[in-house]
């Protein structure tokens, strides 16, 4: 979840090239719709993908989905915004820009079956994504800042002993 908070959110950016991907191979007719609209990922992922659904799905689903998450990883964001175009792109094919994005945006307040939405929706587009090779998004590329953060400065007990950016303490004392 490292790349979502950083300067620039490179990896929100990328959730969103990705998504885009999905939408394209698997909803074509709803990603022309939605292009033709200029309903960009953006627009309406958001949410999505930094709060893993918090408010944008029934509080009861989104801890379906966290508990998902935490088992599966992140294949479970990209599974469910897909999901998610899949199970509405009736009336989506319907909207106009303005609609269909208010629509994306307040999820929340519609009420859905947690088990349909995850037996019937949500696991067999993880099933589809994994067929594809599609589950998780491709690595960054090098000018992406990498996943993990640089702590800088950090303090680590290690035995009694007190480490400073490598340099081993016994007093902890004259470490700080």
């Known amino acids: ?11 929100l ?27 960009e990922p953006s627009l309406y992922g958001t949410k999505w993908f930094l709060q893993c ?19 599966e990883g992140e294949i479970v964001i990209n599974a469910m915004s897909y999901g998610t175009l899949k199970f509405h792109q009736k009336d989506l094919l319907k909207l106009r820009f303005e609609d269909a994005v ?10 859905y079956d947690d088990d349909r939405m995850v037996n019937e929706v949500l ?13 998780i998004q491709q690595s960054p ?4 800042p990498p996943d993990e953060p640089d702590f800088g400065s950090y303090l680590a007990t290690v035995n009694g002993t007190v480490q400073t950016n490598g340099v081993t303490h016994d007093d902890p004392e004259t470490a700080v």
């Open 13 to 39: 950016l990328r959730s969103f090239d990705h998504h885009r991907s999905i939408r394209q191979k698997f909803l074509p007719k709803l990603h022309k719709h939605l292009d033709k609209e200029q309903i």
């Open 141 to 144: 590329t090098e000018e992406v």
């Open 53 to 71: 659904f918090l408010d944008r799905a029934p509080f009861s689903l989104t801890l379906r989905l966290w508990d998902m998450y935490l088992l």
């Open 102 to 111: 208010g629509f994306l945006q307040t999820m929340g307040s519609r009420q």
């Open 1 to 11: 979840m490292h790349g979502f908070f950083i300067p620039g959110l490179p990896r």
């Open 123 to 135: 696991v067999p587009c993880m099933s589809e994504l994994y067929r594809s090779k599609l589950a």
